[in-house]
Nanobody
């Protein structure tokens, strides 16, 4: 009943910018936390940005100062603004969220299908 859909990926030149969108739909009482992950070819999955239920943000050291995570609660949409992109940022980006569907439900983890980001000249 809850779905996450990422969009906004594509091909961008080094130094360029992209904004990824993670749209949550379905029965949503609250979103308790959001994490953006990246999985690159030949590498394991790693987290790059997180937004906690308390409103705090955290970033991986490699993207700190260049990436910005934000959330629009009215639209149940999470964004990842990526600036000054480097080739190392290439990979499939996934959003995951801890969502409580109703007042009588417990939180559960949901994942989107991912969106490809390629940084290349």
């Amino acid at each position: 009943q809850v779905h996450l859909v990422e969009s906004g990926g594509g091909l961008v030149q080094p130094g360029g910018s992209l904004r990824l969108t993670c749209a949550a739909s379905g029965s949503i009482f609250s979103i308790n936390g959001v994490v953006w992950h990246r999985e690159a070819t030949g590498k394991g999955r790693e987290w790059v940005a997180a937004f906690t239920s308390g409103g705090a943000t955290n970033y991986a050291y490699s993207v700190k100062g260049r990436f910005d995570i934000s959330i629009d609660n009215a639209q149940n949409t999470i964004y990842l603004q990526m600036n000054n992109l480097k080739p190392a940022a290439t990979g499939v980006y996934y959003c995951s969220a801890e969502i409580r569907a109703s007042v009588v439900s417990r939180t559960r983890s949901y994942w989107g299908q991912g969106t490809q980001v390629t940084v290349s000249s």
